[in-house]
């Protein structure tokens, strides 16, 4: 087992039972002319955890763990879209519409694709996702539970919106979970603040949070 020096207590967890899931650090997000500039952000913000991001997937790969890799995403028909998502946004584009990085937010356009940094390698999961949830509509579960997982490590984009929620979803459905400080950003840094704070609250109510340099002291100590 690993014990990671964590928040509100430590984290442990047996990397054979345990997947890293990096949340939607797609285009889309991270470069102007996405859905995340469509609804009004400055998305400049959330390019500067990259460094971090790509720092954590290296640890995961180096350690042998099993990588999840999500995308927000729709269907070209949009037929998994609510007209309640595609409501209102703040430049006028919306939802599938077409931008700079094509069609905005539908599954197979070069905004919808993740980061080149960070991207996928054979034998990693790619998960391609219409809500905020990892589990809603996915088919996650049936895959993690066929493959024994038990613990969850997240990073990724947004920290309050569908980090969060993949974390209560996963919560709810009995893993462990460890979120990434440094790997995980807002357009808003209260919010970012705020999540932390309220996933650790109560005994961790949601999971725990702990540095990237604590998980791989954890992760080197074991001898992994
Ligand atoms: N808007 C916002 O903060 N986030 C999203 O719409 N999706 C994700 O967090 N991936």
Excluded at 82 to 94: F, I, M, N, V, Y
Aim: glycine letters at 10%; proline letters at 6%.
């Amino acid at each position: 087992m690993i014990a990671v020096v964590a928040r509100p207590a430590v984290f442990s967890f047996d990397p054979a039972r345990a997947a890293l899931v990096i949340i939607d650090m797609q285009r889309d997000f991270l470069e102007p002319g996405g859905f995340g500039a469509a609804l009004g952000n400055d998305v400049s913000l959330l390019r500067a955890i990259i460094p971090a991001v790509e720092s954590l997937l290296a640890l995961a790969r180096e350690k042998g763990m099993l990588v999840i890799h999500t995308r927000e995403s729709h269907l070209p028909d949009l037929s998994d879209c609510p007209a309640a998502k595609r409501e209102g946004s703040a430049t006028g584009l919306r939802i599938g519409d077409p931008g700079p990085m094509g069609r905005i937010l539908v599954r197979g356009e070069p905004g919808n694709q993740i980061i080149a940094p960070l991207a996928p390698i054979s034998g990693e999961w790619e998960i391609d996702k219409p809500g905020k949830g990892m589990f809603y509509a996915t088919g996650l579960q049936d895959k993690l539970a066929a493959q024994g997982i038990e613990s969850l490590i997240f990073a990724g984009v947004t920290t309050e919106v569908c980090v969060q929620t993949s974390m209560r979803e996963a919560n709810d459905r009995g893993y462990r979970c460890l979120l990434i400080e440094e790997a995980t950003e807002s357009y808003f840094p209260a919010y970012k603040q705020a999540t932390l704070d309220m996933v650790v609250a109560q005994g961790g109510i949601v999971g725990y949070t702990a540095s990237l340099t604590a998980l791989r002291a954890a992760m080197n100590e074991e001898g992994l």
